[in-house]
């Protein structure tokens, strides 16, 4: 259960998930996709956050050790799937909207270290 500051917070990222990435990212995505369940906010040097609602409210960080941002789709997409985040009727879709598995998705283009 998320205490009131924390609600209004997590409410006002994914409702405005946007203004957290910006356009064609992994976290508006997958904000937008998941539709409240959870909100997602990317770091320097590899690093994935999310805050999860349902099925079971928790935190994640996931840390690439070579910093690079290439393998963070996929391995995010994965663990979401194994914690229950992303229903499994809605992987493959969710999968296409972050160019998981592709390396050379246009998604999600490489950035310039």
Do not use: N
């Not at 963070?72 to 809605?90: D, F, I, Q, S």
């Not at 909207?97 to 998604?107: E, F, I, K, T």
Request: proline share 7%; aromatic share 6%; glycine share 10%.
């Amino acid at each position: 259960m998320m205490t009131a500051p924390a609600g209004v917070i997590f409410d006002a990222m994914w409702h405005h998930s946007e203004f957290v990435a910006g356009r064609h990212r992994l976290d508006t995505d997958l904000m937008r996709a998941l539709k409240g369940r959870l909100v997602a906010k990317t770091g320097a040097e590899g690093l994935q956050c999310f805050a999860i609602r349902e099925p079971q409210p928790m935190g994640v960080a996931i840390k690439i050790a070579d910093g690079h941002s290439r393998a963070v789709p996929p391995v995010a997409l994965k663990l979401l799937l194994y914690l229950g985040g992303v229903a499994r009727t809605r992987s493959a879709a969710t999968a296409s909207l972050c160019g998981a598995g592709d390396p050379q998705s246009p998604q999600y283009p490489r950035r310039a270290h």
